[in-house]
C-alpha cells in the first residue's frame, strides 16, 4: 500500500502523519431513525475495527444503510447506542480529521476550484499564502492547475470529484470517508478515478472507508471488502482482497479477481433471495 | 451547533438520488477494464463541442453570406423593433381615442392626448419644484429601502435558521403582510411623530415582507450537502453561516430585494398621495385636484420609470455577486 517509486520528502511527511493515526473502531452501533410505530432501524449492532491506513469498501444495495453508518463516523448522526471512536477518541461531531466525499454537487458552486480546496486550510487558521500554497499542491496533485479560478458549475463531473477530493485531503484528514465519490460517474471516468484514487491514496496511507454499490469497484480498491445487507442494515460478510498493490485496471481479468467477485456475488444473492422471499410471503 | 445539524439530518436526506441498481451479475459482464482507452472526459468533451460548431456553420454557409448578415442584424434588432412599434401603435390608439372621445364603458373625454403630455412633461423640465418633487420621494425610498434590506435581511437569516425565532417571528408576519400600505396610513400618522417619519415608515413596510419572506425562503433551500461538507472541513455555525447558508440564499435574496423594491414604491405612493406637501405621488394627485389633468399623466409615468430604474439598478449592484448562478459553457 505504500508508494513504490521513490519517496519525495512530501510524501514521506504525508505517511508519517498518517500511518499512525486512522483508527476506527465501531462499538455495538445501532442506529435508528423516527420512534414509535414508525421506527425504523437502519444499521443493527455494528462492531467493527479497521485499522490504520486499511482502504475498507462497504458494498451494499441501495438504502441497506450504508449512508448511515459512514454519516455517524463523520458525526452526522448520533448512534442511538453505542459508540464510534477515531484513534480511542469518541466521534460526537463532524470534524477536519475526517475528509468527506460526496457522491455530487457538494463543491461551494460560488467559490472557485482554489478557493474550494483551500477552505478547509483556510478554515483551520493557515495564513493565505499557506493555504494558496497548499491548494495549489493538491491542484497539481490532481492534475487540475489550469482549472484554480474555474467555478465548479464549469468542471465536468470527473473534474468536480477530484476537486472534491483534493478539498478533503488539504485538511490531511485521518481518515476519508467516500459516500460513492464515482456513483454519479460515467462508467469510463468511473475507471479513470479510481486508479487517480489508488495512486493519491499509497501518497497519504490515510484510513479510507469507501462506500459502493458497485461489486468491481469494491474489489479493485479495497483492502477489505465488507458486505451489508438490509433490513436492518448490517455487515454480513467481511472479506479480505490479497490482490497485489499497484493495481491496474486489467486485473478485473484475473483469476483472484473473479474468485473474489463470485464470493461477493453469493453473499450477495443469498441475502436477496431472503428478502425476496420474505417480501412475497407478506 | 451539532445538535441543529443532526436534526438536520433526520429530515433531510441530500443523498437520496441513488442510482437505480442493477443486478450484480449483469454489470459483471458490461464492465470491460481496459486501461488502454486513456483519454481523459476533457478531451472528450472538447470533441464533441466542435462537432456542434463544424455542423452549425455547415448549415448556415448554405445561405448568401449578405443574407447572413442582414439576418443576423434582424435578429438582433428584431425584439427592439417590435418593442417599438408595440408602443407606438398603443400611443396612437390612445391618441385616437382621446381626440374622438371614445366613450363606451370606459370614458376618454377628460383624459389628456399623448401629445399635451408630451408638452407638459416639456414644461415640467423647465420647473425646479419638479425635481424637488422628484428628489424627496428618492430620498424617501433610500432611507425607508436601505432600513428595510438591513431589518428585512437579518431578521430572514435568523429565522431561516432557528426554529425557535421562526415561532416567535413569523405569527407577527402573517398577521401584517397581508395588510396593505392604504391600510396603515391612519394608524402611521398617530404612530410617528412627523407626517414625513409616517411616509417612510409605510414605504419601509412594503419593501420589509418581501426582503424577509425571500431570504427565508433562501436560507431553507441550503443544500444540506453543503452545511456538512463546511462542518467536515472543520467550520464552525459561524462559519458555516457566513461560507455557506449565506451565499447559497443570495440568489433569492436578490430577487427579494428586486421584489421589495416595486412594493417601497407602490407604498410610497399611497402615503404621498393622502399626505405631505412634496414628493411625485403629492404631485400627480395634487394634478388631479388642481384639474391639471396631463400633468397626472406625467406623475405617473415619472412614477413608473423611477420604479423601474430602481429596480434595474438593484438588480445591477446585486449582479457580481450571482456570477455562479448564470448559465455558462
Ligand atoms: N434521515 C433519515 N430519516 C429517515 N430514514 C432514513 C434517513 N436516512 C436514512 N434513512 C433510512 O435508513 C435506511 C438506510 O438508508 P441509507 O443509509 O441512505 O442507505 P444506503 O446509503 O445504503 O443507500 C433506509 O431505509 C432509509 O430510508
Ligand atoms: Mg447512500
Same mark, same amino acid.
Given at each position: ?11 514521506? +511527511? ?11 473502531? !465501531?462499538?455495538?452501533?445501532?442506529? =435508528? ?10 444499521? $443493527? ?31 452526522? +448522526? ?13 466521534? &460526537? ?43 495549489? &499542491? ?41 459516500? $460513492? ?25 490515510? &484510513? ?18 465488507? !458486505? ?7 455487515? +454480513? ?11 491496474? =485496471? ?17 453473499? +450477495? ?10 417480501? &412475497?410471503?407478506? | ?47 464533441? %463541442?466542435?462537432? %456542434?460548431? /463544424? ?22 434588432? %428584431?425584439?427592439?423593433? #417590435? ?27 377628460? @383624459? ?14 423647465? %420647473? ?47 398577521? #401584517? ?21 409616517? #411616509?417612510?415608515? @409605510? ?51 436578490? /430577487?427579494?430585494?428586486?421584489? *421589495? ?27 388631479? /385636484? ?13 412614477? *413608473?420609470?423611477? *420604479?423601474?430604474? /430602481? ?19
Amino acid at each position: 500500500m505504500k508508494a513504490e517509486k521513490g519517496l519525495t520528502k512530501e510524501r514521506v +511527511i504525508h505517511q508519517k502523519k498518517s500511518i499512525s493515526r486512522g483508527r476506527v473502531n !465501531i462499538n455495538d452501533v445501532t442506529i =435508528s431513525f423516527g420512534s414509535g410505530a414508525n421506527k425504523n432501524i437502519a444499521v $443493527e449492532t455494528t462492531t467493527l475495527d479497521i485499522p490504520p491506513g486499511e482502504f475498507v469498501c462497504i458494498l451494499g444495495p441501495s438504502g441497506c444503510g450504508k449512508s448511515t453508518l459512514l454519516n455517524s463516523v463523520a458525526g452526522y +448522526i448520533k448512534p442511538a447506542s453505542g459508540q464510534v471512536l477515531l484513534d480511542e477518541k469518541e466521534v &460526537t461531531q463532524p470534524g477536519p480529521d475526517r475528509g468527506m466525499v460526496f457522491q455530487q454537487h457538494s463543491l461551494f458552486p460560488w467559490k472557485t476550484v482554489h478557493e474550494n480546496i483551500a477552505f478547509g486550510p483556510k478554515i483551520a487558521g493557515h495564513s493565505q499564502k499557506e493555504c494558496d500554497s497548499i491548494a495549489n &499542491t493538491f491542484l497539481s496533485m490532481i492534475g487540475l492547475q489550469g482549472m484554480a479560478g474555474k467555478l465548479p458549475g464549469e468542471l465536468s463531473g470527473g473534474m468536480q470529484q477530484r476537486v472534491g477530493i483534493a478539498r478533503a485531503l488539504a485538511n490531511y484528514p485521518s481518515v476519508l470517508l467516500m459516500d $460513492e465519490p464515482f456513483g454519479a460517474l460515467d462508467a469510463q471516468t468511473r475507471l479513470i478515478m479510481q486508479e487517480s484514487l489508488l495512486n493519491i491514496w499509497s501518497e497519504f496511507g490515510t &484510513t479510507v472507508l469507501f462506500i459502493t454499490h458497485d461489486v468491481d469497484e469494491a474489489i479493485f480498491l479495497a483492502d477489505r471488502i465488507l !458486505i451489508m445487507s438490509a433490513g436492518p442494515g448490517s455487515i +454480513i460478510a467481511d472479506l479480505n482482497v490479497e490482490l497485489p498493490r499497484p493495481r491496474h =485496471s486489467d486485473i478485473a481479468t484475473s483469476e483472484e479477481f473473479v474468485d473474489l467477485k463470485r464470493k461477493c456475488l453469493s453473499h +450477495i444473492r443469498k441475502e436477496s433471495l431472503k428478502a425476496f422471499e420474505c417480501s &412475497t410471503n407478506h | 451547533m451539532n445538535v441543529r445539524a443532526l436534526e438536520k439530518c433526520t429530515d433531510d436526506r441530500p443523498d437520496e438520488v441513488e442510482n437505480i441498481l442493477l443486478p450484480e451479475e449483469q454489470n459483471f459482464t458490461v464492465e470491460n477494464h481496459d486501461s488502454t482507452k486513456s483519454s481523459t472526459e476533457d478531451t472528450l468533451e472538447l470533441k464533441s %463541442d466542435g462537432v %456542434d460548431h /463544424s455542423v452549425g456553420s455547415t448549415k448556415k454557409t448554405l445561405k448568401p453570406p449578405v443574407l447572413e448578415k442582414v439576418f443576423a442584424l434582424y435578429k438582433k434588432t %428584431d425584439s427592439l423593433f #417590435i418593442g417599438v412599434l408595440s408602443i407606438s401603435v398603443g400611443l396612437v390608439l390612445w391618441h385616437l381615442a382621446t381626440i374622438y372621445s371614445f366613450n363606451f364603458y370606459i370614458n376618454f373625454q377628460n @383624459i389628456p392626448t399623448p401629445l399635451s403630455v408630451g408638452s407638459a412633461f416639456i414644461t415640467q423640465l423647465a %420647473d425646479t419644484e419638479f425635481y424637488i418633487h422628484i428628489l424627496v420621494s428618492l430620498k424617501r425610498i433610500l432611507v425607508a429601502y436601505s432600513i428595510a434590506v438591513f431589518l428585512g435581511v437579518g431578521t430572514g437569516l435568523v429565522i431561516g435558521r432557528s426554529r425557535m425565532m421562526r415561532a416567535a417571528v413569523l405569527p407577527y408576519i402573517e398577521i #401584517i403582510r397581508p395588510i396593505p400600505a392604504v391600510a396603515w396610513i391612519p394608524l402611521a400618522i398617530l404612530m410617528w411623530p412627523t407626517e414625513e417619519s409616517s #411616509i417612510v415608515y @409605510i414605504t419601509f413596510l412594503g419593501a420589509l415582507f418581501p426582503i424577509i419572506l425571500s431570504t427565508v425562503h433562501g436560507v431553507e433551500q441550503t443544500p444540506e450537502v453543503l452545511v456538512r461538507a463546511a462542518l467536515s472541513l472543520g467550520a464552525k455555525r459561524s462559519k458555516v453561516f457566513l461560507h455557506v447558508v449565506l451565499p447559497a440564499a443570495l440568489p433569492s435574496i436578490a /430577487s427579494g430585494l428586486a421584489i *421589495g423594491m416595486g412594493v417601497s414604491w407602490f407604498s410610497l405612493l399611497a402615503g404621498e398621495v393622502i399626505s405631505g406637501q412634496y414628493g411625485i405621488g403629492y404631485f400627480t394627485w395634487n394634478a388631479y /385636484s388642481l384639474i391639471n389633468y396631463p400633468d397626472i399623466v406625467v406623475g405617473m409615468l415619472v412614477i *413608473g420609470a423611477l *420604479g423601474s430604474l /430602481s429596480t434595474f439598478l438593484v438588480r445591477l449592484i446585486m449582479r457580481p455577486s450571482l456570477r455562479w448562478t448564470l448559465p455558462r459553457n
